[in-house]
């Protein structure tokens, strides 16, 4: 008897503002070989139309955020895995999954795999698409310690387990959230540098509230995941490292002070610290979250 073809719920997020970008994702999908998919599109604030035949739409009556809109998806799709699919991203090999898949059942300590990103046109990928502090080659592969959020594949009963994306945050940072707290299953987050998908190379400064967002979650992801002793000293360094990075950007720096002082000031939701062994784990791997 031959390996199961594996299940996959698949959870497509748009605005509906990007339709092209949204068919080809889909279209992307459809291709893929060697897999069952479970596909649902889900309308933060919209509700999909015109979506092809086998794929589910949600339309949520307003705009939740990207975190909780990818958890609403969730309950929608059923499969052994789940992929999570921004509608500006899509996965250039009909084998993208099947391959991926045969990653994590060939190493069960991954407990989440982010791939490679390809600006579809050509143009050089921005590094900071490469979820590393020594950022290397690209093509590299590695454990990590954050990933890119518009293309994550895990085990559903991973994600589960971690409590799902970071709804508070509405937008950045949920993404090393999600990483941090599959390391503390006792699994690895990992960036697979031989696989690859497209997304093209927007600028995250176009989100209106960027700074803000970025400094206040910061000291959310803090203070809802790391023991009380780390929780000045990673703010602290990602307090001195925004100074360093945007010393000449004053409006930016106003922005991003704002947010940090929200970050302290405002409910951040639930706090699971993570385990002792799991700091050492990641020290060990070569990331303390100090920084």
Request: one cysteine or more.
């Amino acid at each position: 008897m031959g390996p199961v073809t594996p299940t996959v719920g698949v959870v497509v997020l748009t605005q509906g503002t990007r339709p092209d970008d949204l068919a080809r994702g889909i279209r992307s999908l459809l291709d893929q070989q060697d897999v069952h998919l479970d596909i649902v599109c889900v309308g933060n604030g919209w509700q999909p139309t015109g979506l092809p035949a086998g794929v589910k739409s949600l339309g949520l009556p307003t705009n939740l955020g990207i975190p909780a809109g990818r958890n609403r998806g969730v309950s929608s799709v059923t499969g052994e895995f789940l992929f999570f699919l921004d509608d500006d991203a899509s996965i250039p090999d009909p084998r993208f999954l099947s391959e991926a898949i045969a990653m994590l059942r060939a190493d069960p300590t991954i407990g989440l795999l982010q791939p490679r990103v390809v600006d579809p046109s050509g143009l050089s990928s921005p590094r900071r698409w490469i979820p590393r502090i020594r950022k290397g080659e690209a093509t590299h592969s590695s454990n990590v310690f954050s990933v890119w959020e518009g293309a994550v594949l895990l085990p559903r009963k991973v994600f589960d387990a971690t409590g799902g994306w970071a709804e508070p945050f509405f937008y950045a940072h949920e993404g090393i959230e999600l990483a941090w707290r599959v390391w503390d299953l006792g699994l690895r987050t990992w960036y697979a540098g031989d696989l690859v998908a497209n997304h093209p190379v927007i600028q995250p400064t176009r989100h209106a509230d960027y700074y803000r967002l970025n400094a206040r979650n910061r000291v959310w992801l803090a203070r809802r995941n790391l023991p009380a002793p780390f929780v000045p000293v990673y703010a602290g360094a990602w307090l001195g490292i925004q100074l360093l990075r945007w010393s000449r950007n004053r409006p930016a720096l106003r922005a991003w002070f704002g947010g940090f002082r929200e970050g302290w000031t405002s409910d951040p939701g639930e706090r699971r610290p993570l385990k002792a062994r799991t700091v050492w784990r990641m020290t060990l791997a070569g990331r303390p979250p100090i920084v």
